[in-house]
Nanobody, 121 residues
Framework: QVQLVESGGGLVLPGGSLRLSCAAS????????MGWFRQAPGKEREFVAA??????NYADSVKGRFTISRDNAENTVYLQMNSLEPEDTAVYYC????????????????WGQGTQVTVSS
C-alpha cells in the first residue's frame, strides 16, 4: 500500500513558477513509477509527466516548461512548473504504479488527494 500527499499548489501569475511535491509512504518507493496528472473543471484527467528511475516522459503541452524529478531517499516526487499559463490551471494529482511508466491514468494504482494550481492575473 502506498499513500500519497501532494503539496505546493496555489495562485500564480502567468509566466510564474511553482513546485509541487508528492510525499509517499510505504515500502519500495523506488520500484514505483510516479506520475503527475491534472484535471480542469469540465475536462478529463490528463497526463502531465511521469518518471521511473532516471527515465521521464512529458505531455507535449508541458514539455520544456515542466520538470519531474524524484528523491528516493526522501520518498518524494516533484514537479517543477515554469512559464505557467492560464491553461495550466487545474487540480494536480500525484499517482503511483508498480513497474514501468504510463500515460494512462487508469493504469495507476494509488492517488493523492490533489492540489489546486491556479494561473491568473
Amino acid at each position: 500500500q502506498v499513500q500519497l500527499v501532494e503539496s505546493g499548489g496555489g495562485l500564480v501569475l502567468p509566466g510564474g513558477s511553482l513546485r509541487l511535491s508528492c510525499a509517499a509512504s510505504g515500502r519500495t518507493f523506488k520500484d514505483y513509477a510516479m506520475g503527475w496528472f491534472r484535471q480542469a473543471p469540465g475536462k478529463e484527467r490528463e497526463f502531465v509527466a511521469a518518471i521511473r528511475w532516471d527515465d521521464s516522459n512529458y505531455a507535449d503541452s508541458v514539455k520544456g516548461r515542466f520538470t519531474i524529478s524524484r528523491d528516493n531517499a526522501e520518498n518524494t516526487v516533484y514537479l517543477q512548473m515554469n512559464s505557467l499559463e492560464p491553461e495550466d490551471t487545474a487540480v494536480y494529482y500525484c499517482a503511483a504504479k508498480f513497474g514501468g511508466m504510463s500515460r494512462l491514468h487508469y493504469q495507476y494504482d494509488y492517488w493523492g488527494q490533489g492540489t489546486q494550481v491556479t494561473v491568473s492575473s
